[in-house]
């Protein structure tokens, strides 16, 4: 089962910013906040990771509470490309073992409306 | 570089027939993986693999075989398909010193 509980779904005007919020309670020390999103029927697309600092990228930035219990994606000014479902992921970095597998939940429908 | 790529990207099938899914991946990636995504759904992990040579089962594995004879395919067989099996495949893969995976673009598979 995913580890982290999203909402199902969230509207954001365009040219807003779109926080996207994550609760994950029960992250391990090891384990990584990650955040893809997957356009209609596309494959899903990397956006952004982070352990406990703060993270910023070309894309989003990513703000991870002090106890790292829970999360927030920021698309800084939201376009209606960027409607898309958004999944937030707890995992251990490394591919080498199954934990690492990337295990997807329902994800949040983010509706960027004119 | 191509990436991920998938064939075919549609597929229709009679109950109790078989057939390959082919994904391939042109960036020497070590690790692979398959997917299945319902209607309204996430996306749920078949089988992986770390390695050429080298399978192990996901979340949903039954019904379906792997393999991974080189580094660049990993082929997904049904073996006798059902209604049930009626989804979207994904085909994903990555390197451990990367972060991110790529996915593939679908296979979109109905069984009649």
């Known amino acids: 089962d995913a580890k982290t509980t999203q909402p199902t779904s969230m509207d954001c005007a365009e040219g807003r910013a779109a926080n996207l919020p994550c609760n994950h309670s029960?992250?391990?020390?090891?384990?990584?906040v990650y955040w893809y999103r997957q356009i209609h029927s596309q494959g899903p697309q990397y956006i952004i990771h982070?352990?406990?600092n703060n993270e910023t990228n070309e894309m989003a930035s990513l703000i991870i509470t002090e106890d790292r219990k829970s999360s927030t994606l920021i698309l800084p000014h939201a376009t209606l490309r960027d409607t898309a479902v958004y999944y937030c992921i707890v995992r251990v970095a490394n591919y080498r073992s199954g934990q690492g597998n990337l295990i997807f939940g329902k994800g949040t429908k983010l509706s960027v409306k004119p | 570089n191509a990436g991920v790529t998938q064939t075919p990207k549609f597929q229709v099938l009679k109950t109790g027939q078989s057939m390959t899914l082919q994904c391939a991946q042109d960036?020497?990636?070590?690790?692979m993986s398959w997917y299945r995504q319902d209607p309204g759904m996430g996306l749920r992990l078949i089988h992986y693999?770390?390695?050429?040579?080298?399978?192990d089962q996901g979340e949903v594995p039954n019904g379906y075989n792997v393999s991974r004879s080189t580094t660049e395919d990993f082929p997904l067989r049904l073996l006798s398909a059902a209604p049930s099996q009626t989804s979207v495949y994904f085909c994903?893969?990555?390197?451990?010193?990367?972060?991110?995976?790529?996915f593939g673009p679908g296979t979109r598979l109905t069984v009649l």
């Open positions: 960036m020497n990636h070590e690790y």
């Open positions: 693999s770390v390695g050429a040579g080298i399978t």
């Open positions: 994903a893969s990555s390197s451990p010193g990367r972060n991110e995976q790529f």
């Open positions: 029960t992250i391990s020390g090891n384990e990584y």
């Open positions: 982070g352990l406990k």
